[in-house]
Nanobody, 116 residues
Framework: VQLQASGGGLVQAGGSLRLSCSTS????????MGWFRQPPGNRRELVAS???????NYADFVKGRFTISRDIAKSTVYLQMNDLSPEDSAVYYC???????????WGQGTLVTVSS
């Protein structure tokens, strides 16, 4: 499984960005996909996830601002981020979890910088 994240960039506070994560390879056993982020000097944390049947989960700090979605035909997962604040600045990583092999796959990360 290969993941390719894109869509990061520099945005002003209050602005929006949409991250994309395209997948390739054998994803038949991937039941959960998610976005994590790692702010400078901090550990990686879960932002949002979506299951194969469309159930979503969000970290409290993004509820109401971020939306995770997927396009099955394009094998792509999105993270729509609205009302961004400087605290959202981080490298955002796409993750795919194979529930059978109990293995996580990671994309290369995309940098989001929110200026005040």
């Amino acid at each position: 499984v290969q993941l390719q994240a894109s869509g990061g960039g520099l945005v002003q506070a209050g602005g929006s960005l949409r991250l994309s994560c395209s997948t390739s390879g054998n994803i038949s056993a991937v039941n959960v996909m998610g976005w994590f982020r790692q702010p400078p000097g901090n550990r990686r944390e879960l932002v949002a996830s979506i299951t194969s049947i469309g159930n979503t989960n969000y970290a409290d700090f993004v509820k109401g601002r971020f939306t995770i979605s997927r396009d099955i035909a394009k094998s792509t997962v999105y993270l729509q981020m609205n009302d961004l604040s400087p605290e959202d600045s981080a490298v955002y990583y796409c993750n795919a979890y194979d529930t059978i092999a109990r293995h996580s796959y990671w994309g290369q990360g995309t940098l989001v910088t929110v200026s005040s």
